[in-house]
Each structure stands twice: as structure tokens, then as C-alpha cells.
């Protein structure tokens, strides 16, 4: 009846080492053992650290982007047992609420150097980079972006319950395949398992190894459970919808954003915070078959940050790429080209490309699919709300060179 | 000062054969003659056909989709003059306004048939089909698919400039090398020029037969001009900033949808109509270089349908097809799982596949890429409105099967 | 089946006198004869003179709004007899559109002089005055107010069906008292029936007396059966449910208005004008009991312009009025007190007090009750849209006075 | 740069008498001592008590609410000098975020007795009554009053700067002036300076009696400073302008609401909860009279509960009293029978009057002037979303009775 505060069914500890805390891990594996248990319908509070687990400093340097040790993400805090939950079965999840933790209000958005990590546009611009953000209220700015402030629309990148044995063999099976595909590119296409670093909370050293061996990657969302589908809107008072594949469903969730934008396009490319999630699970028994469900759905919530449909200004981008080679229905390729118009147009204000990267990156940006079947173009569209500038962007606005300092790069 | 009502640029003759008219064309070239001339900062209204040109008819039999002429569309209207316009300008084009012709208020969506023409799920779902779109004010409803009606959001598929004969070029070439490196293919990725039933407006036999050689098809649009877009928020009150390839602009506008869902995916896919544009046509001179424009890009109008976010369900997609392969942030792969995520789902109500792949491409479902780094997949949300639906499509709701009817299919 | 247009109920001709026009009339009566007979779930469309019947031009000179005449007014189309209503039934009014005529894009806001209608702030502008608007599709702008566009929130001001008798013996009886009780005060506070320039359509001289003698003024909305509400958000899409008092409702609608700010401060305050509206006609048996109405109900259309809650700038009024004397919980004097801050804000960018007035009168302003029970203020708030202006009215922004040219006068 | 938390201006014990907190003061005086400083352009936090300081438990009986001593409320946090702030200067309170205790995540909603407190409706509803609201993150339900969530639109009831003497000394005199004139009432129409229970933080008790003697209660807004506005869209991200009067500004804020609806109605109307709400504080030197504010002037924020216009039923209500008295242009008049109207249509579902009485209360409800010109009537609406109920309240929806239980009540 409220007359109490909600359960926190996990706290972070943010001095100690992520790698050794017993209520987080890095992999998505069945045989991960649960942290704790939370009732069918009750409502609890889970703390989170940031994605990296602490890698990244509130500071003017990129060296730790540069030095990311990507072996170690993504700190995951659970899994939780919630009870009744049996395969077949959907776990509501009901987001009450996602904040930063009180004491520290600021997070990061990062370019990852191209040969450690990359992100969308690393082809252009390879180099590590790095914002760091400061939170006022339902605000942000940073001093590495000047000119620009915006409500969060706070968010868990990452949530899901564990696969089977079955679904990770079949996640397994799939991605090797891409990589033995792909093996002529010079660039990792899929992460396979990666003993290293391996963090599986109180497991044992059998656990651990079985896991560094099997264990699923944290960097992708996978159709069958949702993960790390880094959906911008999926924030305070969304539901979302999520087939459960073991005994007890095996919850986890991290890698928390205080915003992002369509794409989340930099990688590290949200403003990635550690904070607080409260959720009210709900077992519904039999979801799956019942709504006919191969992949989550989600509501979104009430409380999205208002830019009127007049205060975008929309780029448009299509399937020809930047060497002028047409591609055949490509979203990937368009998009990638409607990013780069932004950035060209933006450059006009004195921002450097890196900042607009990291912009684009985690700022509240719509990105559409606007046509997907006029061959051979697909059409993308990226809406930039104009009221996230203190000056005007609008295209009839006067155009003025600022000095706009500078992004955080590393040391050479 | 208001007094009058605004001039005609081009009214349409829906009794005569579009492919007579000297007001339309159908193909991109730079020496179709323009139909007449319109100030710079004037007001104008522009009459337009459907796209096809009266190929479909209002009845129940997808027999006239099933046998539509591709090489007829789009029927365009114009090309304009626009005073004072010159290469290098951009075009701002204000939308004031859009109606269907007050003697016409019905569309149509179709599906084509694989094999001509097709579509974004042609592979799964390869037959014809149509439904018939009645207009009430600002909403629609069709007897094809009961128990839907929504407000339009109303807006032309296509408006561009004429391509010099340079950007014709790039054009022809870089499609034509798509083709070519295609060919293994048994589906058509692209659409050369085509003599074929090319319409020229009031050009002699000589332009003709030259645009039927040269003249870019209608079909995709392009980075350079715009064109095709089919952006569906493209609607009363939206700006747009065309740039301007030859003397005069040429501006055309035409393939007018009373709505359209992001993708617009069953090709013929928005509510197809014949209308009537309001246009303010102002020019910026030099604009293209001062904006750093290489594509248009645009400002939505204030008066778009407002879904509360919490009114929407979002169906998420990963780039694993449906044949379990892993492809590589492939936001297109990643969309058409999110379309047939949503086609499992209303099943459950009684429509039949192909009433929800109509409703999905013209209904204003909401196309976003929500991942697009997190190796190997990308991942793409629909969101469909819950309040276009007149019983309640929400997870939670009771589900009852109903008598759906039927969309109009082909005799066979 | 959407084949053919839709059936126009009534077309008016604006070189004639509304006094003659026989689908006109200009008082409340159950006697007035029908213009003509609509079907239940039929739709069709009504055209409207504006209210004064064409007393105000397309001019610079604000006299003819000193001299209206307001024995004229409201000249409202119909009334239409619906089949199957009766007395306790409601009449669904399903708005599907309202446009402007094609052939008349511009409209009128006018102040009152004092000793000939007045308006809300008369005591302060006693003056009449007048502001012409040019309609642009959705937006609007006026050559006497310079700096402001916005999109019309198109609605009709009047619509309802006919008092029973007794119903308007109600009505004749109570505003008599008022008359009376008010007998000291220097204004009028309610309007009698006036046989002076009473029209009835169709009806005969018999009833024209009867008319003039009994029939209630249309200048007050009434709670028995609406009238004239003014409520702004009553545009494209809206569903208002009306109580129907005699034997085919016979049903009126007129006064549309372009745009108007919450409270209509001036009087002859929204943007009117001659239009055209698309209603769908739905009777509901016994609709009255079954849903415990006394007055009107109605669902706002989903299309209203958006602006941004953080767009607005809110002013603050309380029920002390300006000669500093304290009201008791007087929404009235708070709302006063409210249009005057604006007034007070807005002078300084250069308009006179008249421009403002005229302005808050028809631009889409949010007029909200904040708190009406703390004793013993209540207060108002105002909300201005800041994107109606194309420069910076934002508190923090730089103020410049501008020239501003004049809003029309009277000659003296 | 956002490494550490923010500053706690003061931090409350909801344990502890509220009315020997020194933190705490109940009336408005400028003698009243600071609490603490606050830096011109420092954010702070600042925790408050409920408004009636822990007077109202959370039960199921009414009893409290009839009791409540209203000598007490409201007890406010502060003053707090704010440093550099002259008479004159505008103080800019950024609302960063506002949030319930996290150890008390409920609320109330009271109807008081008449004879105690009244409300807008007591002539009709005299009796006590309340519902306790728990809140789940954003959102807010409550046992009394059944199928009914919402999320909250959180902000502070009162905030303000201290009258100078002079204006004290205005405020007094024109509320005793209204007093003696409404002596013949048999209600109070406004509240005098009451020595009985009050409190001044760390006054010493000459200033104890002094402000005993002439400080001004905190029931009413007042136009020179704001203070209990009860604005319901002060919430998170907004921006208030608030006129400075003293030395330091001597700021104070409380009677925080998780929700409220337009007008309070019921009086203690909104969900009244302790919490601390984030400010930034910023002066504008001689802003008073730079933007010629004789009121405070706010800008909503950007993150508004967002229901369609489409998802609201609008009731109308005129100002004829429910004797059917006529009444000249009273907006509150007006409002009562739009209330009233409410009630009349939500019965149905099986609530009663008194549940009904304190939803409209609290919930997110929109009251709005509509038309304040058409003598006799004022037109005013109130607008119920239709997405708060957990079934479905449309009009044309079936309706069925249900067990709705009860509020509280008061023991008799």
C-alpha cells in the first residue's frame, strides 16, 4: 500500500572492481546463477552500472575510449529468478522508472577507434572520441558539444531473460556462420564467445569456463530474446513484452542511457550512465503462443519529450553511397548517407564532425524509414529537433561560425 | 491580399487518357518541356492523376493490379517554370495544403504480383491484391479491411526538379551498373529508361523518342533531386528544400498519397489518389552550396494525427531472416522481420495476411531504426497505433477472432 | 462507396443579401422551417456565410465594425431536419472537415466598439478595430498584425438543433431576470428577443412575427442545447453530441471561425469567415437519459497543431482586478487580469495594445483554469504559442521594437 | 561538472512535529528568518513536507480530513536567500525535477467538510472524504477510487518570493476590505492574518507574534509574487519568472503534488505528498520591469503525460447555476457546472459522487475558457481523458455498472 519505499533487489557498488561485484556478469548463458529472486507482480528496484563497468572517467580525454577493453562489457546486473516464470511464457515488464544514481549525475558518449570497436560512420572518421554529459533534472549539456541542452528520454539499453541451451546453440551456430562468411572483410562482423574477461557474478570456476566458452556476446539484440536493442523510446512507464526461455526466466538488465538517438550510431554512442531501473514483473503464462510472439514488443510511455512535428528539420538519404555506388534497397547504406548530410550541414556552425557524430549519436534524433521499396533506392529519414540549440538551426535562420571548442580526443 | 481564390497551375481530366494530357509526363528528363510558368514567392494550386494514371478502379477484383503497365507511371504533373530559378539555387516548395478532388474522395493500396512489379514481402506473399480506401474528411475507411479507419496524413510520393543532363547521367550509369552486377538475380533491382509508353507532356516526337531512351524512370528516389521519396510526414504545412539542377527548376509533383506507412511496403502501398497540391514556390538562391545540401531536406507541418506514445505497440526486428541466417546490420533485412512480426500478431483478429500488408503500408505506422551498430544486428521497430483499430489490439486486451471479409484478390 | 462527391445540403451565394437567403436564418425557434431534410448517417456538406452575413470587407477602415448591426446576427445554414429524431435522442455530429470557401481565403477579427457590442476588455479599448487575414492552407497571416503565422485551428462557433418551446421559454424567462436584476448597470448583460431584422428562412410572415417576437438570440451558448460555444478544438475530426429537443432535431451550424484563442476575448474575436463544413449525421435514441447529459459533449480531432509544452509562455492572472480591489474566487476578473499581462508583455516588441487585443482573440492561445478554490483568488493562465511569431519572444531572448504598422480604425 | 551530487538546501523529518522544524515556515512575511543561502546560478535541492505537515495518514478513514486544523498549513521550506537578488529582479527557478520521497512513495486526495474548509462543490458535497494514491514510478492508482491509473504531472503547488511590507501590507488590506464586504455570507471568503499555530523556522517569538499578527496566509495566489498558484503544468523541466521584493528574494516552496487537475476543485484536490524538488536558481537584474511583469510568467516543460486530443471527452458547462439562475458572463459559474456535468456522466460506471469529486480533483483533467463574450454565458469545458480508465468511457462504448468500493469517509 506505499507506505514503505520498493525493494532494491540489487545496488552497485561503483569503487570496486565490476569484474569481481557477485550481482552483475557479461554474458548471456542459462547456467549464469541467479542473483536473487523477485515475486510474480512485485515491484523492485535494480541498480546498474555503466556499460563499460567503469572504464570511462568524467575527464577531457579520450584515451580510455581508445583503450576500451571490449572483452569486459557489457556489465549486466542480474540474472534474477522470477517466480512462476517457465519457458513459453512472457515476462511483462513494466518500467516504472529509470534515473541516474543520485551521486552521480553525468555520463558519456564515445567514438571508439576504429580498430577497437568502430561504430557506423568508422569508415570517415576512425578516430576515438569522447563527451562527457552532465544531468540537470530531466536535462543534459556537455562542454565537449556547447550550444546544445535536451530532456532525457531515459532508458535500459539492454534487457531479457536467458536463452535455452538450444537458443544459444542456435545464436552460436548462426553468428559462426556469418563470421566464416565474412572472413574476406577486415573487420569483425560478430563477436564469438570470448573466455576473457568472462564475468559470470557468484558462478564457479566450472561455470566460468563453461560460459567463456559458450557464452553469447552482450553486444547484439537477438530476435528470440530482445537484449541490447537499444530502443530510444523504451523509457519511464514503457512495457515491454519478453519471451521467457528458462525456469525462472532469468531476468538481467544494464547498459542504461539518459538519452539516445535513432541508431545510437557512435556504438558508445548513447549518453551511458550508471543508475537505478524500477520494474513490476508480470508472469503471463503461455504469451508466447498466445500473441504469436518470435521477438519482443514493447508500449511506450507516456512522457516522451515534446519537439511539435514544425520543430525538425528532416534529412533525407538514400541507397548511393558516399563513392557514388548504387546499392539495391540498402536502409543501411541510406542511412549512413542521411547521418553525413547532417554533419555537412551542421559543420556550418563551427562544430567540428567528431562532435556531431557524438551528437547524432545520443541526441533525441528520429530516424525513419521513410521508402523501402522505389528500386533501387531505399529512402531514410533523421529529424533533428531544432529546440536542442540555443541558437537557430532552421535552414531560413542567419548562419554564424561559433567557436564551439572541442570534443575530448585522445592523446597521439 | 486574399480576395481571390489561388490560380490554377494545372487542372487534370480524369475521362481522358493521362498519356494524351500535356500537363503529365512520366519519366525525369531534362528536356521535357515545361507546361507553364510560375512566379517566384507565388501561390499556386496543381491538380495531379493518381499515379498509375486511372489503371486502378474502384471495385473488387485486384484483376487490374495484377495486369498494371509500369511503364506508364508516374504520371507527373508539370514541369513548372520557376522564375528566377537557376542551378545551384534550392527550390523552397511550401505545402500549404493537399485534398483529394472534392468529385473523387476514394483511393486505393495495392499488392503486385511477384512477377510484376512485387513488393517488400513479395517473396512470402507474391499475389495481388487491392483494397479500396473511402475518404470521410481528414479519415478513411475501407470495406476490404473492416474495422479500421484513421486520419490521413496527407502528402505527394513524389516532387522533385528536372536532372541536368549531368545528373541524368550519373543516373542512368550508376543504375545501369547495379543491374549489370545483379543480373544473377531473378528479380528486377532496378528500371532503365524505357521507350516504352513514355509520355512527354507537350514534347514533339524527337523529345520523346530522346526521353524514352534517356529519361530516368520515376520509380526510386534519388539523392540528387529528391523525387520519389515517399516520406509519408511530407504533408499540409511541411517545407521542403529542393535543389534546383537546370534553368527554371522544372519542378513536378504528382503520385499523391492521402496516407502511407513508413516503408510504404507493398510498393503500391499508400492510399493512392488524384488530388490537388497547394504550393508557395519560393527560390534561395545559391542555397545548395550555403546549406551544404546534397539531398533535399524538409520541415514537417504542425498538424500531424497525435497517437499518445503509449498508444502505439512497437514489434521489434533483428537482421536474421526468416530462414534463420544471420546477415550483417542489415537494416532492410531487419524491417521486413519487424513487418511479418506484426502480420503474426493481427492475425489473431481474422484478417488475412494480405489485409495486414495492405493496412501496414498505408496506415501511419511509425518505420524507426532503433539499432544499427551492435554487430551483427541491426534492429528496426513498427510501431502500429492502437486507436486506428475499433475494437482493442493491446497485449493485455481479450482477443476474439472476427469475420474480416476479405481484401479484392485477382480471378484466377 | 465513395464513388461521387459528397451531397451539399446547402451552397451560398455571397453577392446576396443573408437576409433574403432562404437557407438562412438568424434567431433560435422551434417555428422555423426546415431548409431541407438529411438522413440519419448521412453525410453531407453545409455551406456558411460568415456571421455578420458579409457586414465587415476585405479593407483597411475598421467602420464597418463600429457599424454592425447586430440585430443581423448570427446567420446560421439550416435548419436541416434529421430523419428519425426526436425529443430525447442526441444528435452525433461527426465533423469531418471545414474548410474556408475556395473562392474567399481571408477572414476577419474585429473589436467592438463599446457602446455597440463591446467585448471582454472594453472598460480599457472601447475602440473598434479590425485585423484582416490571408489563409495559406493550414497557415494564416494578416497584413495588420506583421510578424505572426500560424495554423488555423478551422472549427464552426455556433451548432446545435432547436429549443422545444419550452425549452426557449426557459431561456427567455431566466436571461429576463438577468435583464432586470442588471437593470443598473450602464451595459447590456443579455440580449432580448428583437423583432428588428429577424430572418426565418423559408417562413412565412405569420411566423417571421412570431419569430421576432419569441426567438432567442443567438449570441449565447446555451447549456440545453449548446449554440454558440466557441470552443476552438471543435475542428477536422471531432465528434460533438447534441440534445435534440423537437421532432427532427432541426439542426443549424454557422459563425465558422478560421482560428480563435480560448475565450474569444473581442468579441467578434476568432478569425471568421464563409466556409463550407462536412458533417456526418448520427442519431442516438434516447441518447439523452442514457448518458446523463445536460449540455453538449465533444471528442477533439486528432489533428490539432502541435506545439510543444515548452513552447508556450504561460501568463498567470488572479481575481484582483486592476483598480487593485480583491474578488472572490472570480474565474472571470482572473482571466481579465490574464489577457491584460500579455498585453503588457507583448507591447514591447512594438504592437499596440489593439494588435495584441485583436491577436489573443484569434490566435490558438490556451486559456486554462489553474486553481479555483483557494480563497480567495482564483487564478487563470494564458498560454502564447511562441512559434506563432517569427521572431523570439522567449523571456530570455533580446528585445527589439519594431515597427509594427497599425491594426484598421474607424475614422473619426 | 556534475562528478559529485547535488547540494541539499535542506533535507525534511517527516517524523518530527513539522511545526518546530526550522526549515519550515506557514505564513508569508518578510521578516521571516533565512534558512540557508543559495548562490545565483546554483541548482539545489530542496525537500518538503506534505502541505498540511503530516496531518493526513495513510488509512481508510476520512476522520483526519475533517479534523484538519488549517491554522497549520501550509507549511512551505525556506526562506532561502538567494544571493545577489534585489527588489526588482526577476528570480528564474529552473525546475529540474521533482520526485516523492523514496521512502513514502504515496499521497492524498481530500474533500474537506464544509464547515472545515469547503470546496468548489460544497454546496452539493459537504461531507469529508479521501483517497490515498500509491505511486508506481510515474504512475499513481489508488483503492478508493478503482479502474483508474495515470501518470502524474509533478510539481510544486506554491513557490515564491516574500512580500516586502508594503506589498504585505496591499495583500491585507484588500482581503479585509473583502471580508467586511462579503460579512453576509455564511462562508469565508478569505483568511486574515491568524496568530494561532504559526510558525516562522528559527524566529525568535517577537517575530513569532509579529508575523502572528499581520503575515499573510498561504491559501491564496496573489498576483505580486505567485505563491499558491496550483498550476498544474509547473512541472519537471519548466521554467517560472518570479517577481523579487526583498533583499535575497527569501525564496520558499511546498505543497508538492504528484498530480492535480485544472481548478484543484476539492481544495486539498491534488495527490498531496511529500518529496524534494531540483531548482537552479538565476536572477535577472530589474527583469521586473525589463519584461513588464506584474505576475509571474512560466514556460511549461517538455515532458507533458501526452494523451491525444483524440483521447479526451470535453463537457461544457454555461454559467446558469443549478437553480437555473442566469448569470452575467461568470466563468466560475460556468466551471461549477461543468463539474458538475462530469459527475453526472461518470455515475454511470457505478462510482460515486464523492469518488468522482476528488478524480477531477487530481487527475490530469484539462479546464479550459472557452467563450467569455456571448452575453449571458461564459463557456467553459473540462476535458477527461479517456486513457486513465482501465475501461473503456467513450460515449459510444457500452456501459456497465460495477462495484467501484468506496473512498474514505469520516466516522459519523
Redesign the interface.
Known amino acids: 500500500?506505499?507506505?514503505?519505499?520498493?525493494r532494491y533487489a540489487a545496488k552497485v557498488d561503483l569503487d570496486k572492481d565490476a569484474g569481481t561485484l557477485p550481482y552483475l556478469h557479461n554474458r548471456w548463458h542459462p547456467d549464469i546463477p541467479n542473483y536473487g529472486t523477485i515475486k510474480n507482480n512485485e515491484?523492485v528496484k535494480i541498480e546498474c552500472v555503466d556499460w563499460t563497468g567503469g572504464q570511462i572517467g568524467?575527464n577531457d580525454s579520450a584515451d580510455d575510449m581508445r583503450d576500451v577493453d571490449l572483452t569486459r562489457i557489457h556489465y549486466l546486473t542480474g540474472p534474477f529468478e522470477i517466480e512462476t516464470a517457465e519457458p513459453g511464457d512472457l515476462l511483462?515488464v513494466?518500467?516504472?522508472?529509470v534515473q541516474p544514481l543520485?551521486?552521480?549525475?553525468?555520463g558519456f558518449t564515445g567514438v571508439f577507434a576504429k580498430e577497437n570497436g568502430g561504430?557506423?560512420l568508422d569508415e570517415i572518421y576512425p578516430k576515438p572520441a569522447k563527451a562527457?554529459?552532465?544531468?540537470?533534472?530531466?536535462?543534459c549539456s556537455t562542454?565537449h558539444i556547447p550550444g546544445v541542452k535536451f530532456?532525457g528520454l531515459i532508458h535500459p539499453g539492454i534487457l531479457g531473460c536467458a536463452p535455452s541451451a538450444e537458443v544459444l546453440e542456435?545464436w552460436n551456430t548462426?553468428?559462426a556462420?556469418?563470421i566464416s562468411a565474412?572472413s574476406h572483410m577486415d573487420r569483425?562482423?560478430?563477436?564469438p564467445p570470448e573466455p576473457k574477461n568472462v564475468h559470470v557474478g557468484t558462478g564457479e570456476a566450472a561455470i566460468k569456463e563453461k560460459v567463456g566458452k559458450e557464452g553469447a556476446r552482450t553486444?547484439?539484440?537477438?530476435?528470440e530474446h530482445?537484449g541490447?536493442?537499444?530502443?530510444?523510446?523504451l523509457s519511464?512507464?514503457s512495457?515491454v513484452?519478453l519471451p521467457v526461455h528458462v525456469e525462472g526466466a532469468k531476468f538481467s538488465v544494464g547498459d542504461l542511457h539518459f538519452s539516445q538517438g535513432?541508431?545510437?550510431?557512435?556504438?558508445c554512442?548513447a549518453i551511458e550512465m550508471a543508475g537505478v531501473i524500477?520494474i513490476?514483473f508480470t508472469v503471463i503464462k503461455n504469451g508466447v503462443a498466445?500473441?504469436?510472439?518470435?521477438?519482443?514488443?514493447?508500449?511506450?510511455?507516456?512522457?516522451?519529450?515534446?519537439?511539435?512535428?514544425?520543430?525538425?528539420?528532416?534529412?533525407?538519404?538514400?541507397s548511393?553511397d558516399e563513392n557514388?555506388?548504387?546499392?539495391?534497397?540498402?536502409?543501411?547504406v541510406a542511412?549512413r548517407?542521411t547521418c553525413l548530410?547532417v554533419i555537412?550541414?551542421l559543420?556550418?556552425y563551427g562544430y567540428s564532425d567528431y562532435q556531431i557524430y557524438l551528437l547524432l549519436s545520443c541526441a533525441p534524433v528520429?530516424?525513419?524509414?521513410?521508402?523501402?521499396?522505389?528500386?533501387?533506392?531505399?529512402?531514410?529519414?533523421l529529424?533533428v529537433p531544432i529546440?536542442i540549440f540555443d541558437f537557430d538551426i532552421?535552414?531560413g535562420a542567419p548562419?554564424q561560425k561559433r567557436d564551439m571548442g572541442s570534443c575530448a580526443y585522445a592523446s597521439s
Open positions: 500500500m506505499g507506505k514503505e519505499g520498493i515491484t568524467n511483462l513494466d518500467i516504472q522508472d543520485e551521486y552521480a549525475p553525468w561504430g557506423f562527457i554529459w552532465d544531468f540537470e533534472g530531466i536535462h562542454r530532456a542456435t548462426r553468428e556462420e556469418l565474412c569483425d562482423v560478430a563477436k553486444i547484439p539484440g537477438r530476435p530482445g541490447n536493442c537499444d530502443i530510444k523510446n519511464r512507464g512495457k513484452y535513432d541508431g545510437e550510431i557512435s556504438f554512442g524500477t513490476k498466445d500473441m504469436g510472439l518470435k521477438s519482443p514488443i514493447y508500449i511506450p510511455g507516456p512522457v516522451e519529450p515534446q519537439f511539435g512535428p514544425g520543430r525538425y528539420i528532416y534529412f533525407e538519404g538514400f548511393v557514388g555506388k548504387q546499392h539495391y534497397l540498402d536502409a543501411t542511412y548517407q548530410r555537412e550541414y559543420r556550418r528520429q530516424g525513419h524509414i521513410a521508402g523501402i521499396v522505389d528500386i533501387p533506392n531505399a529512402c531514410t529519414t529529424g529546440d532552421s535552414p548562419v
